[in-house]
């Protein structure tokens, strides 16, 4: 019997990453609750975005910190091929996939999994250009990273993160009470306690709370929520690996 067998586990991701996460929660044996908190859009300006791009062939690097930066890129470029001297970097294993299944090729992932981390995996960068495809509410730290490294960056959101409308049944279930919450990013926490207000932080007393990395942990915290669990990998597979290890 799998350690999560009948564990109730709140999925607090964008709809179209938590529908997946569900599906593997389902194959352990837990019962996933899927509440949806933020959701993702295109740029309410797409000038920015349409101007690196008109110049991608200027830039020694391209740089993605999310899957779906991967998905806003490929819906404005339309060119079959990339600039030959172009290179990609990802933040991470879920990047680097989204990246394979564009066709895309990944030429640097860092050790650790969050922006700081990108610019010692791309080697030298002093006088580099540097074109970062994130969020508009992309953490600056990621940015600032490239630039101490000597990069010349371009940092562009490709995409717009939001609130989602929460849905009344997601609600309902949360309410009724869950065994795990699980945060996947900074904005699906502050969107818990945007939704929730102090309620969030009762709901959290009684369950355990799992963040993915340490930038979600830090928010949590921040947001006055307690972190029992915080994998050494910070992806989905690391999440799921040390839910099951804790209920064991």
Known sequence: M???????VLVTRAREQAEALCRRLEALGARPVLLPLIDVFPPSD?????RALARL???????????????????????????????IAAIGPATAAALEREGLPVHAVPREF??????????????????????????????????????IVEDVAFYRVGPATPDPEGLAALRAGVDVLTF?????????????GEEART???SSLVACIGPVT????????????????????????????????
């Open 184 to 196: 996947t990013s900074p904005s699906t926490v502050r969107s818990f306690v945007s939704i929730l």
């Open 114 to 151: 969050r922006g700081e981390s990108l610019p010692e995996a791309l080697g030298p960068l002093a006088g580099k250009r540097v074109l970062l495809a994130r969020a508009d509410i992309g953490r600056e730290e990621t940015a600032a990273a490239f630039a101490a490294a000597g990069a």
């Open 2 to 8: 799998s350690p999560l067998e009948g564990k109730t």
């Open 203 to 205: 709901l959290a007393r």
């Open 46 to 50: 797409l000038a920015a975005v349409d």
């Open 57 to 87: 062939e200027e830039f020694d690097w391209l740089v993605f910190t999310s899957a779906n930066g991967v998905r806003f890129f490929r819906e404005r470029w339309k060119s079959p091929s990339l600039p030959e001297r172009l290179r």
């Open 217 to 248: 942990a830090e928010a949590a915290r921040e947001a006055g929520l307690p972190v029992h669990l915080q994998p050494a990998d910070y992806t989905v597979d690391g999440l799921l690996e040390a839910l099951a290890q804790r209920a064991r």
